[in-house]
Nanobody, 115 residues
Framework: VQLVESGGGLVQPGGSLRLSCAASGFPFSSYGMSWYRQFPGKERELAAHITSAGDSTNYVESVRGRFTISRDNAMNTVYLQMNSLKPEDTAMYYC?????????WGQGAQVTVSS
């Protein structure tokens, strides 16, 4: 299993970024996918989750209405569209999947929101 995030960077408050996570090594369309984020000195927290078919999503309250998780099962990729970004969204963002009881994480993508 391999997860590779991309799309992080520096953005001004109110701006947008889209993170991508390219997955391989497992039947992508059979598994729900999650985006987690980790603030400096804190544990990782779930930001968003999408079911295997993409027909259901859920979000942590702090990002609901601003972030959108989606997936392209033909491309084995999950996305996180982040709009109206705030300085408090600054974190390392990780893609995660659980396959046969084992958790797999990507290497992370740094998102920094600052003027």
């Amino acid at each position: 299993v391999q997860l590779v995030e991309s799309g992080g960077g520096l953005v001004q408050p109110g701006g947008s970024l889209r993170l991508s996570c390219a997955a391989s090594g497992f039947p992508f369309s059979s598994y729900g996918m999650s985006w987690y984020r980790q603030f400096p000195g804190k544990e990782r927290e779930l930001a968003a989750h999408i079911t295997s078919a993409g027909d259901s999503t859920n979000y942590v309250e702090s990002v609901r209405g601003r972030f959108t998780i989606s997936r392209d099962n033909a491309m084995n990729t999950v996305y996180l569209q982040m709009n109206s970004l705030k300085p408090e969204d600054t974190a390392m963002y990780y893609c995660r999947v659980q396959v046969l009881g084992t958790l797999y994480w990507g290497q992370g993508a740094q998102v920094t929101v600052s003027s």
